[in-house]
């Protein structure tokens, strides 16, 4: 009987050994998050700069798993710019990466994944070294100025997420 036993308890140690290793991690985490104040910064940071231009748009900024917390579109910016904005920032968050370096997959099976577009002028944003979400620009006559418009808006927030989030 004790024979028996003991390869069932052994079964049993190897099984919770992994579970029991870990026991020093925590078992719930923390994540930053942005404010709707924050990310309402950001939107109109972006629509400013694109003004300062000439140039009227849509922006869109996302939380870190890609949900809209706020979507800005100008008086003369088409409702393309505001899909097109949304979907830059989707994409730059869910890759982790500015779509700018995201262009060379436009060319990849990835280019048929619902929801994702490779466009320069989704960049993320950033505090603490931590992606708390992403923002999109669409409407500019260029995918660089788009970019150059998003990265105002995050300008605009960069110093009180860096010091003060």
Partial sequence: ??????????????????????????????????????????????????????????????????????????????????????????????????TKALRDRAASPMVQVEGLVFLTGGLLVQAGGQTVGAVGVSGAPSGDTDEECAQAGIDAVTEDLEFGG
């Fill in 1 to 98: 009987m004790k024979k028996a036993l003991a390869p069932a308890l052994l079964l049993s140690v190897a099984i919770l050994a992994p579970a029991t290793a870990g026991a020093d991690e925590p078992l719930l985490v923390s994540e930053k998050r942005m404010s709707l104040e924050t990310a309402l910064r950001i939107a109109q940071g972006a629509i400013d700069a694109c003004r300062e231009k000439g140039i009227q748009i849509g922006v869109t900024v996302v939380d870190r798993a890609g949900n809209p917390q706020v979507m800005l579109r100008d008086v003369l910016a088409t409702e393309l710019t505001e899909r097109i904005s949304r979907l830059k920032a989707y994409t730059a968050v869910s890759f982790n990466a500015a």
